[in-house]
């Protein structure tokens, strides 16, 4: 059984997180813990599912802590000294959705996901009538918003009337983003902040084409930037004073570096995956820190690695891949929220153009390639072969995919995709568009 993608349990709720797959997980995971706080985010099938999940985690024998509609990486700061599981997903469509565990702040691992999938798979029995679990509800945005406008203080300066446009996509942002950067002093205009599980003012996954009505309103208005969120609030997109869709990795480059330099230890480090741009090893090195990669999904896991095999002198000053971003000295969880606050602060004090300047911002292109799922080891193991066999001259590293990078800094990487039948082919270079147009074609004849 697959049960665990690349971002936890996650999809159509007819036929694969039903409120009976709920009601196992629970179970499942109950065996890992005595506690647990439970939240989801506001689409319609989320009260269903969160009562067979709290059916689940209590006939597990576990305590549940209910906190309601919360962004994700709320319910991840109420996760902190013990467990929780958050039934979302994300910016998928409203058809679907998920389920995510987090012990003390941090989503479960890939041993975690397999302990709970074996569980599963086998079947776990009730503990006995009198030691089920109760349930209570408690209350975690006051103190998770301050915690997160106490952290964005120590960066920037009080974005006092500074405009910023926050479309929180009718989802679990709405309950946070807008409030955090009001408190911070910023002059917020708020677009689709009123939660509602059909997601009625936009596609709940932020990209160009779903954000044109915050484009629009930033192009057109007097806000210095915009921000748009995902579903849950894990996912930040940003969007500058001209309409344009900042790229994702520039605002990972911003960032680390910020990171790297606020930080006083002597091995500042930042955890990326292999898609992630040489724009951030570029400014990472700047600042006098070095960059480790993981794979996708698994920024937790790489945090915990570097550390592992770090000394006293090594800190994680930053993690993140394309659109989601980990802030250890705030926790171990995602956060879109943070990096909103954040960024503000940054901004007000620099501005986005100057934060910008020195990112190289080389031609980017990304491609998915029809793949079913059935076929995607194979064509990953003859990848393996023929891409090097395609480009000679590139250094090959097939970790985390097969990822080919040339003399001129060029890079290429494919991997399949965790939660969709593609295999996805990322670039980039001067030339990009012959690179992915090459790659894609040595990608296609691999899965034929």
């Known amino acids: 059984m697959e049960l665990f993608g690349t971002a936890g349990i996650r999809g159509p709720v007819r036929t694969d997180v039903t409120p009976e797959r709920a009601l196992a997980v629970g179970r499942a995971v109950a065996a890992d813990g005595a506690e647990f706080v439970v939240g989801r985010d506001g689409r319609e099938t989320g009260t269903t599912l969160v009562s067979a999940l709290e059916a689940g985690l209590e006939s597990g024998g576990a305590t549940v802590r209910r906190v309601g509609q919360v962004p994700t990486p709320a319910l991840a700061y109420a996760s902190r000294g013990r467990r929780g599981v958050m039934v979302t997903a994300s910016h998928n469509p409203p058809a679907d959705n998920g389920l995510k565990c987090f012990v003390d702040g941090v989503e479960y691992d890939s041993d975690a996901e397999r302990r709970i999938t074996d569980r599963v798979t086998e079947g776990t029995d009730p503990v006995a009538w009198d030691g089920w679990g ?9 103190a998770y918003r301050e915690a997160v406008g106490d952290y964005a203080e120590g960066f920037g300066t009080g974005p006092d009337h500074l405009r910023v446009a926050v ?3 009718n989802g679990m942002a709405s309950l946070a983003t807008p409030q955090v950067l009001a408190d911070l002093g910023a002059s917020v205009v708020a677009l689709n902040a009123n939660v509602d599980g059909h997601f009625p003012g936009r596609e709940s996954k932020p990209t160009p084409e779903s954000l044109r009505d915050l484009r629009a309103f930033v192009a057109d208005g007097d806000a210095t930037f915009g921000i748009g969120h995902d579903g849950d609030a894990d996912r930040i997109v940003i969007v500058d004073g001209d309409g344009e869709v900042v790229h994702e990795d520039t605002v ?8 790297v330099r606020a930080t006083d230890a002597a091995d500042p480090v930042v955890v990326t995956t292999p898609n992630a741009s040489a724009r951030i090893d570029e400014r990472v090195d700047a600042a006098g820190g070095r960059v480790e990669r993981v794979r996708l999904g698994a920024l937790h896991e790489g945090i915990a690695r570097v550390r592992a095999a770090g000394d006293e002198r090594t800190r994680v000053a930053f993690a993140a891949e394309p659109w989601k971003h980990i802030h250890p000295d705030l926790g171990g969880w995602i956060d879109g ?18 934060l910008r300047e020195p990112v190289a911002e080389r031609p980017y292109r990304k491609e998915s390639v029809a793949c079913p799922d059935d076929r995607k080891d194979a064509a990953m193991e003859r990848l393996e072969a023929t891409l090097p066999e395609a480009f000679p001259e590139a250094a090959v590293a097939t970790e985390y995919g097969v990822r080919l990078t040339f003399p001129d800094g060029s890079w290429c990487l494919v991997r399949p995709s965790g939660t969709e039948p593609y295999l996805r082919v990322y670039a980039e270079s001067e030339r990009v568009e012959a690179l992915t147009d090459e790659v894609r074609e040595v990608v296609e004849t691999a899965i034929e």
Not at 338 to 354: K, N
């Open 337 to 354: 929220v943070a990096s909103a606050a954040v960024l503000t602060r940054v901004v007000a004090a620099e501005g986005l153009d100057s």
């Open 134 to 142: 109760t349930t209570t509800t408690t209350d975690v945005l006051p």
């Open 252 to 259: 990972v480059a911003v960032l680390a570096e910020r990171f």
């Open 167 to 169: 479309d929180c996509g």
